[in-house]
Protein backbone atom coordinates (compact mmCIF):
# COMPACT_ATOMS: atom_id res chain seq x y z
CA UNK A 1 0.00 0.00 0.00
CA UNK A 2 2.89 2.38 0.95
CA UNK A 3 3.87 1.87 -2.83
CA UNK A 4 0.95 3.54 -3.92
CA UNK A 5 1.64 6.73 -1.76
CA UNK A 6 5.18 6.70 -3.32
CA UNK A 7 3.41 6.36 -6.62
CA UNK A 8 1.10 9.39 -5.99
CA UNK A 9 4.34 11.53 -4.78
CA UNK A 10 6.21 11.24 -7.60
CA UNK A 11 3.12 12.33 -9.96
CA UNK A 12 2.81 15.45 -7.81
CA UNK A 13 6.64 16.27 -8.32
CA UNK A 14 6.94 15.65 -12.29
CA UNK A 15 4.14 18.00 -11.87
CA UNK A 16 5.35 20.49 -10.01
CA UNK A 17 8.82 20.52 -11.21
CA UNK A 18 7.87 20.18 -15.40
CA UNK A 19 8.48 22.97 -17.55
CA UNK A 20 5.60 21.26 -19.46
CA UNK A 21 2.87 19.89 -17.18
CA UNK A 22 0.17 21.86 -14.40
CA UNK A 23 0.39 21.17 -10.84
CA UNK A 24 -2.32 22.02 -8.04
CA UNK A 25 -4.56 19.55 -9.42
CA UNK A 26 -6.60 19.88 -6.91
CA UNK A 27 -8.57 23.11 -8.24
CA UNK A 28 -9.88 20.77 -11.14
CA UNK A 29 -11.92 18.98 -7.58
CA UNK A 30 -15.31 19.27 -8.23
CA UNK A 31 -19.11 18.31 -5.79
CA UNK A 32 -20.06 15.05 -5.92
CA UNK A 33 -23.00 16.30 -8.28
CA UNK A 34 -20.99 17.16 -10.43
CA UNK A 35 -18.19 14.13 -10.56
CA UNK A 36 -20.49 11.65 -10.65
CA UNK A 37 -21.91 13.66 -13.82
CA UNK A 38 -18.50 12.83 -15.50
CA UNK A 39 -16.92 16.46 -14.02
CA UNK A 40 -18.60 18.26 -16.71
CA UNK A 41 -18.46 21.34 -14.43
CA UNK A 42 -19.34 24.38 -16.51
CA UNK A 43 -22.70 23.51 -16.74
CA UNK A 44 -23.35 21.81 -13.71
CA UNK A 45 -21.70 23.34 -10.77
CA UNK A 46 -24.96 25.12 -9.19
CA UNK A 47 -25.55 27.73 -6.91
CA UNK A 48 -22.81 27.22 -4.38
CA UNK A 49 -20.74 24.61 -6.05
CA UNK A 50 -20.46 27.63 -8.85
CA UNK A 51 -17.65 29.05 -6.54
CA UNK A 52 -15.61 25.77 -7.73
CA UNK A 53 -16.06 26.31 -11.29
CA UNK A 54 -18.23 28.50 -13.09
CA UNK A 55 -19.11 31.41 -11.09
CA UNK A 56 -22.01 32.51 -13.21
CA UNK A 57 -23.87 29.51 -12.48
CA UNK A 58 -24.45 31.00 -8.79
CA UNK A 59 -27.93 32.60 -9.71
CA UNK A 60 -29.42 29.36 -10.73
CA UNK A 61 -30.41 28.61 -7.14
CA UNK A 62 -32.52 31.32 -5.76
CA UNK A 63 -31.22 32.11 -1.78
CA UNK A 64 -29.01 31.12 0.38
CA UNK A 65 -27.42 28.04 0.36
CA UNK A 66 -24.22 26.00 2.46
CA UNK A 67 -22.96 23.10 1.32
CA UNK A 68 -20.25 20.87 3.17
CA UNK A 69 -18.57 18.14 0.98
CA UNK A 70 -16.07 15.12 1.59
CA UNK A 71 -13.99 13.13 -0.97
CA UNK A 72 -11.81 9.97 -0.16
CA UNK A 73 -9.25 9.77 -3.05
CA UNK A 74 -7.19 6.76 -2.70
CA UNK A 75 -6.36 5.72 0.63
CA UNK A 76 -4.51 8.83 2.68
CA UNK A 77 -6.26 11.59 0.30
CA UNK A 78 -8.70 13.12 1.40
CA UNK A 79 -10.53 16.58 0.02
CA UNK A 80 -12.60 18.76 2.63
CA UNK A 81 -14.63 21.25 1.28
CA UNK A 82 -17.26 24.25 2.41
CA UNK A 83 -19.42 26.32 -0.31
CA UNK A 84 -21.95 29.09 0.42
CA UNK A 85 -23.79 31.38 -1.96
CA UNK A 86 -26.35 34.24 -1.22
CA UNK A 87 -28.54 37.00 -3.42
CA UNK A 88 -27.68 40.42 -2.69
CA UNK A 89 -30.73 41.26 -5.40
CA UNK A 90 -32.70 40.12 -8.38
CA UNK A 91 -29.68 39.82 -10.83
CA UNK A 92 -26.42 39.97 -8.32
CA UNK A 93 -25.01 36.33 -6.27
CA UNK A 94 -22.74 36.70 -3.87
CA UNK A 95 -20.53 32.92 -2.87
CA UNK A 96 -17.48 31.67 -0.77
CA UNK A 97 -15.46 28.56 -0.99
CA UNK A 98 -12.73 26.89 0.71
CA UNK A 99 -11.31 23.82 -0.74
CA UNK A 100 -8.72 21.50 1.50
CA UNK A 101 -6.62 18.61 -0.21
CA UNK A 102 -4.17 16.67 1.77
CA UNK A 103 -2.14 13.44 1.17
CA UNK A 104 -1.20 12.10 4.72
CA UNK A 105 2.14 10.08 5.84
CA UNK A 106 4.13 9.93 2.96
CA UNK A 107 7.13 7.63 4.02
CA UNK A 108 10.60 9.57 3.96
CA UNK A 109 13.99 7.36 3.05
CA UNK A 110 16.98 7.75 2.28
CA UNK A 111 18.16 4.51 1.60
CA UNK A 112 16.36 1.41 1.07
CA UNK A 113 14.78 -0.19 4.18
CA UNK A 114 12.81 1.22 7.35
CA UNK A 115 11.47 4.94 6.64
CA UNK A 116 13.07 7.70 9.05
CA UNK A 117 9.74 9.61 9.29
CA UNK A 118 6.87 10.68 7.09
CA UNK A 119 5.54 14.39 5.91
CA UNK A 120 2.13 15.12 4.32
CA UNK A 121 1.11 17.70 1.45
CA UNK A 122 -1.05 20.32 1.94
CA UNK A 123 -3.21 22.74 -0.92
CA UNK A 124 -5.45 25.08 -0.03
CA UNK A 125 -7.74 27.60 -1.75
CA UNK A 126 -10.24 29.83 -0.42
CA UNK A 127 -12.23 32.47 -2.10
CA UNK A 128 -14.91 34.61 -3.22
CA UNK A 129 -17.28 34.72 -6.09
CA UNK A 130 -20.07 36.94 -7.62
CA UNK A 131 -22.40 36.69 -10.43
CA UNK A 132 -24.51 39.06 -12.68
CA UNK A 133 -27.37 38.42 -14.33
CA UNK A 134 -27.70 40.74 -17.72
CA UNK A 135 -31.29 39.61 -18.91
CA UNK A 136 -33.31 36.84 -18.39
CA UNK A 137 -30.76 34.35 -20.63
CA UNK A 138 -27.25 35.62 -19.91
CA UNK A 139 -25.42 35.70 -16.93
CA UNK A 140 -21.68 36.67 -16.23
CA UNK A 141 -19.75 35.92 -13.09
CA UNK A 142 -16.12 35.96 -12.02
CA UNK A 143 -14.09 34.23 -8.57
CA UNK A 144 -10.92 35.12 -6.79
CA UNK A 145 -8.80 32.59 -5.53
CA UNK A 146 -6.30 32.23 -2.80
CA UNK A 147 -4.10 29.16 -3.23
CA UNK A 148 -1.49 27.90 -1.11
CA UNK A 149 0.55 24.87 -1.30
CA UNK A 150 3.34 22.69 1.21
CA UNK A 151 5.17 19.39 0.23
CA UNK A 152 7.48 18.59 3.45
CA UNK A 153 8.85 22.00 4.27
CA UNK A 154 8.51 23.89 1.21
CA UNK A 155 5.84 26.64 0.62
CA UNK A 156 4.23 28.38 -1.96
CA UNK A 157 1.17 30.85 -2.54
CA UNK A 158 -0.29 32.95 -5.33
CA UNK A 159 -3.68 33.05 -7.04
CA UNK A 160 -6.04 32.90 -9.38
CA UNK A 161 -9.06 33.75 -11.54
CA UNK A 162 -12.32 31.43 -12.90
CA UNK A 163 -14.38 33.37 -15.37
CA UNK A 164 -18.15 32.03 -16.56
CA UNK A 165 -21.04 32.74 -18.56
CA UNK A 166 -24.29 31.00 -19.68
CA UNK A 167 -26.92 31.98 -21.45
CA UNK A 168 -30.28 30.09 -21.74
CA UNK A 169 -31.49 29.63 -25.16
CA UNK A 170 -35.08 28.18 -24.63
CA UNK A 171 -36.67 26.07 -21.55
CA UNK A 172 -34.71 23.31 -22.87
CA UNK A 173 -31.36 24.48 -23.85
CA UNK A 174 -28.74 25.61 -21.97
CA UNK A 175 -25.18 26.80 -23.00
CA UNK A 176 -22.44 27.66 -21.13
CA UNK A 177 -18.05 28.96 -21.15
CA UNK A 178 -15.58 29.13 -18.51
CA UNK A 179 -11.91 30.09 -18.27
CA UNK A 180 -10.73 29.05 -15.00
CA UNK A 181 -7.52 28.91 -12.81
CA UNK A 182 -5.85 32.12 -14.30
CA UNK A 183 -3.09 33.10 -12.00
CA UNK A 184 0.09 32.66 -10.49
CA UNK A 185 2.22 30.95 -8.44
CA UNK A 186 5.43 32.31 -6.33
CA UNK A 187 7.93 29.95 -6.53
CA UNK A 188 8.09 26.07 -4.44
CA UNK A 189 11.72 25.92 -3.88
CA UNK A 190 13.38 26.89 -7.10
CA UNK A 191 10.38 26.92 -9.44
CA UNK A 192 6.67 28.23 -10.21
CA UNK A 193 4.01 25.30 -10.08
CA UNK A 194 1.89 26.12 -12.89
CA UNK A 195 -1.66 26.51 -12.63
CA UNK A 196 -4.10 24.17 -14.87
CA UNK A 197 -5.69 26.76 -16.56
CA UNK A 198 -8.61 25.36 -18.63
CA UNK A 199 -11.11 26.75 -21.22
CA UNK A 200 -14.29 24.80 -21.50
CA UNK A 201 -17.87 24.95 -23.33
CA UNK A 202 -20.71 23.11 -22.80
CA UNK A 203 -24.57 22.25 -23.67
CA UNK A 204 -27.54 20.87 -21.32
CA UNK A 205 -30.47 19.79 -22.59
CA UNK A 206 -33.45 18.89 -20.36
CA UNK A 207 -36.61 16.37 -21.51
CA UNK A 208 -38.74 14.41 -19.88
CA UNK A 209 -39.64 10.45 -20.10
CA UNK A 210 -42.87 9.15 -18.63
CA UNK A 211 -42.83 10.25 -14.79
CA UNK A 212 -38.94 10.87 -14.74
CA UNK A 213 -36.48 14.57 -15.87
CA UNK A 214 -33.79 14.25 -17.70
CA UNK A 215 -30.42 16.31 -18.12
CA UNK A 216 -27.96 15.71 -20.39
CA UNK A 217 -24.97 17.33 -20.82
CA UNK A 218 -22.24 17.22 -23.22
CA UNK A 219 -18.55 19.36 -22.84
CA UNK A 220 -15.24 20.29 -23.47
CA UNK A 221 -12.31 21.27 -21.63
CA UNK A 222 -8.87 22.04 -23.07
CA UNK A 223 -5.93 22.39 -20.46
CA UNK A 224 -3.87 24.90 -21.96
CA UNK A 225 -0.38 23.88 -20.14
CA UNK A 226 -1.10 20.74 -20.24
CA UNK A 227 -2.37 20.35 -23.74
CA UNK A 228 -4.33 18.00 -23.05
CA UNK A 229 -8.28 17.41 -24.26
CA UNK A 230 -11.59 16.14 -22.64
CA UNK A 231 -14.91 15.59 -23.75
CA UNK A 232 -17.56 14.67 -20.65
CA UNK A 233 -20.84 13.28 -21.02
CA UNK A 234 -23.29 13.32 -18.37
CA UNK A 235 -27.17 11.80 -17.57
CA UNK A 236 -29.33 12.83 -14.76
CA UNK A 237 -32.59 11.57 -13.87
CA UNK A 238 -34.68 12.22 -11.14
CA UNK A 239 -38.46 11.94 -10.15
CA UNK A 240 -40.58 14.99 -8.72
CA UNK A 241 -37.25 16.78 -7.65
CA UNK A 242 -36.74 13.94 -5.16
CA UNK A 243 -34.78 11.36 -6.13
CA UNK A 244 -31.87 11.61 -8.08
CA UNK A 245 -29.84 9.16 -10.09
CA UNK A 246 -26.36 10.43 -12.06
CA UNK A 247 -24.05 8.67 -14.94
CA UNK A 248 -21.09 10.16 -16.34
CA UNK A 249 -17.93 9.67 -18.81
CA UNK A 250 -14.77 11.34 -19.43
CA UNK A 251 -12.43 11.35 -22.29
CA UNK A 252 -8.50 12.17 -21.71
CA UNK A 253 -7.79 10.32 -18.48
CA UNK A 254 -5.25 6.96 -18.81
CA UNK A 255 -7.14 5.76 -15.03
CA UNK A 256 -10.94 7.13 -15.06
CA UNK A 257 -13.39 7.09 -17.43
CA UNK A 258 -16.98 6.28 -15.57
CA UNK A 259 -18.48 8.25 -13.28
CA UNK A 260 -21.95 7.54 -11.26
CA UNK A 261 -23.83 9.05 -8.26
CA UNK A 262 -27.01 9.06 -6.97
CA UNK A 263 -28.63 12.00 -4.88
CA UNK A 264 -31.69 12.97 -1.94
CA UNK A 265 -33.46 16.33 -1.85
CA UNK A 266 -36.03 16.91 0.93
CA UNK A 267 -36.96 19.92 2.59
CA UNK A 268 -34.20 22.07 1.48
CA UNK A 269 -31.48 19.07 2.00
CA UNK A 270 -29.74 17.35 -0.68
CA UNK A 271 -27.92 14.31 -0.32
CA UNK A 272 -25.22 13.42 -3.05
CA UNK A 273 -23.31 10.66 -3.55
CA UNK A 274 -20.72 9.57 -6.64
CA UNK A 275 -18.46 7.03 -7.34
CA UNK A 276 -15.53 6.92 -9.37
CA UNK A 277 -13.49 4.36 -10.10
CA UNK A 278 -9.45 3.99 -10.96
CA UNK A 279 -7.33 1.94 -13.44
CA UNK A 280 -3.79 0.72 -12.15
CA UNK A 281 -4.74 -0.60 -8.96
CA UNK A 282 -5.57 2.85 -7.56
CA UNK A 283 -8.72 2.42 -6.25
CA UNK A 284 -11.80 4.36 -5.85
CA UNK A 285 -12.91 7.54 -5.52
CA UNK A 286 -15.85 8.13 -3.16
CA UNK A 287 -17.53 11.85 -2.49
CA UNK A 288 -20.50 13.07 -0.24
CA UNK A 289 -21.64 16.20 0.35
CA UNK A 290 -24.78 17.74 2.06
CA UNK A 291 -26.65 21.17 0.85
CA UNK A 292 -28.72 23.24 3.10
CA UNK A 293 -30.92 25.28 0.70
CA UNK A 294 -32.94 28.65 3.06
Not at 45 to 60: D, K
Not at 120 to 127: C, D, E, I, P, R
Not at 215 to 231: G, I, Q, S
Not at 233 to 256: A, C, H, P, Q, W
Amino acid sequence: MKNRYIFILLIISLNLYSQTSSGLKFLLTFDSKTSSLGESSVMNTIGSSATLANPSNLNLNKGVEFQIGITKLFTDVNTQNLLFKTDFSNKVSFGFHILNYRISDLEIRDIPGEPIGTFNVQYLSTGVSSSYLVNENLSIGMSLKMLYEKIFIEEASGYSFDFGMYYILNNKTRFGLTLTNLGNMNELKYDKTALPTTFGIGCQYNYNVSIFSNYFTLEYKNNFKDKTNHFSIGVETFYNDLFFTRFGYITGFESKDFTFGIGIKYWGINLNYSFIPYSFDLGDSHSISLIFSL
